[in-house]
């Protein structure tokens, strides 16, 4: 460490009273407005979704993140969100569910407004007012309340009419004294479908960028742009400490190739997994387990991530080549980090959406079937019973897990403690193999410097 200096980045974050109130919208069109203008922008979402940093980095072009207090806490995420900023650069952060919805919906840790005080961010809440008239004043009024560091600084009214706007925006910047900064009118033309994992995939909606540039053209005529960016510009600088980076300088002889499932059924990483493996010194090497028919020459790590296999199954099921590949590789002590989608993949066989099941690699025991609902749903703590790839014996690692489909054998490498009557065993191990359905946040934690090292010892000993 060197010292601390202030640094000044404009931010904002979309946040809104409830699910469903259109953030995704709000934020993607004001994403592709920052965008036209020629903003220096990137954009974070808070909490551990990866669907919509796919949008904003597949759809919009726009850099994008996740920042998660749960995971990586206050000091952490701080850091996190700091890392790599460039003065004056636009910074948009999405909310997730409701502004206070923390923790079991309950706590103020992993809220929007957690992320929004650690980073000292000003809000601009989306209130979705169908159906409702004066009444969206008091309920502002609550939301404001309860802002104790007074950070909600904005309103944008969604699914509101022109005639409506106008006779309601004087009289809520006149009892609330904040800025109503525009409105979004209902159209059923511009909305994001949603899918059982959340909203849908990029590449399946039809004419999505063109979508979004209608939204920004729409929010270009209903909202105070100017007056957006000027409360973004009014952020309290960020004290940043001057640190040398933990960084591994390793010969090219020496560099790791990690393989990295990467297509439409594997999708779901965090990009600072992928940026932490980099910095620890190995090379990510992407494939397609879907159209490749081999895995990648000269590889010493196989990471296969989240996603939908399960809506792939059949095609999965039918590249056999790759299925042997993969078999083989693990067996033969290749470093492999499998989590839900690819733990599935890993197994005997996958039901598709139709419960059909389909042979996958047969690494692992277990048979992944469908199950119509969401299963082990959220934050939990996982702890290591025994040494093995990532993990020393009893460590312990925040996780979250999000998936509708199940498995018949969920392996018993560690214990999971959700609550006092919510606990359950998970997971596969030894000193080549992590699998199981928790996802994995690696800031913070020994976690890619002991995956790359393996993939070395692979290399040098394998390789």
């Known amino acids: 460490m060197t010292g601390a200096q202030k640094k000044k980045i404009r931010r904002i974050m979309i946040a809104a009273?409830?699910?469903?109130?259109?953030?995704?919208?709000?934020?993607?069109?004001?994403?592709?407005i920052f965008k036209e203008n020629g903003e220096d922008i990137s954009s974070c979402k808070c909490g551990p979704d990866y669907i919509d940093p796919m949008f904003h980095r597949q759809v919009l072009g726009v850099p994008s993140r996740?920042?998660?207090?749960?995971?990586a806490g206050e000091e952490g995420t701080r850091k996190l969100f700091l890392k790599d900023r460039r003065e004056d650069e636009l910074v948009v952060m999405e909310g997730v569910m409701g502004l206070y919805d923390g923790l079991g919906g309950i706590r103020e840790e992993g809220s929007s407004y957690h992320l929004a005080k650690v980073t000292q961010t000003p809000i601009l809440l989306?209130?979705?007012?169908?159906?409702?008239?004066?009444?969206?004043?008091p309920l502002i009024a609550g939301f404001l309340a309860y802002d104790k560091a007074h950070l909600i600084r904005?309103?944008?009214?969604?699914?509101?009419?022109?005639?409506?706007?106008?006779i309601l925006k004087p009289l809520a910047e006149d009892e609330l004294g904040i800025a109503v900064l525009g409105y979004f009118p209902e159209n059923k033309d511009l909305q994001i479908v949603s899918r059982h994992l959340g909203l849908c995939m990029p590449g399946e909606l039809e004419d999505l960028q063109g979508q979004i540039r209608?939204?920004?053209?729409?929010?270009?005529e209903t909202a105070d742009i100017s007056k957006l960016l000027q409360i973004a510009e009014e952020a309290e600088p960020l004290e940043e400490e001057t640190v040398v980076e933990d960084s591994v300088e390793t010969s090219e002889a020496m560099r790791p190739r990690i393989a990295v499932a990467r297509d439409e059924a594997f999708c779901f990483y965090y990009e600072e997994n992928l940026r932490l493996l980099e910095q620890a010194g190995a090379e990510p090497v992407y494939f397609s387990p879907l159209h490749d028919r081999t895995l990648p020459e000269n590889i010493h790590g196989l990471l296969l991530g989240g996603g939908y296999p399960e809506l792939y199954a059949g095609q999965l099921s039918e590249n056999d080549a790759m299925r042997t590949a993969i078999r083989k590789a693990v067996a033969d002590g290749l470093p492999t980090v499998a989590e839900c989608g690819g733990f599935l993949y890993l197994g005997q066989t996958l039901e598709d959406a139709s419960g059909t099941?389909?042979?996958?690699?047969?690494?692992?025991?277990?048979k992944g079937v469908k199950v119509g609902r969401l299963v082990r749903f959220g934050y939990a703590d996982m702890t290591a019973k025994a040494d093995s790839l990532l993990f020393h014996a009893g460590e312990h690692l925040y996780i979250h897990e999000f998936h509708h489909w199940d498995s018949t054998d969920n392996g018993s490498g560690f214990s999971v403690w959700k609550s006092e009557k919510v606990q359950w065993e998970c997971g596969f191990a030894s000193m080549s193999l992590y699998a199981g359905f928790p996802h994995l946040y690696w800031a913070g934690t020994a976690l890619p410097r002991r995956f790359v090292q393996a993939a070395q010892h692979f290399l040098k000993h394998k390789g």
């Open 17 to 32: 009273p409830k699910s469903g109130s259109g953030k995704t919208t709000i934020t993607c069109g004001l994403l592709q």
């Open 66 to 71: 996740n920042l998660d207090t749960f995971f």
């Open 126 to 137: 989306v209130v979705d007012a169908k159906g409702m008239g004066r009444s969206v004043i």
């Open 154 to 166: 904005g309103v944008i009214f969604n699914r509101m009419s022109a005639a409506y706007y106008e």
């Open 214 to 220: 209608m939204t920004a053209e729409r929010l270009r």
């Open 357 to 366: 099941a389909w042979p996958m690699a047969g690494v692992l025991p277990g």
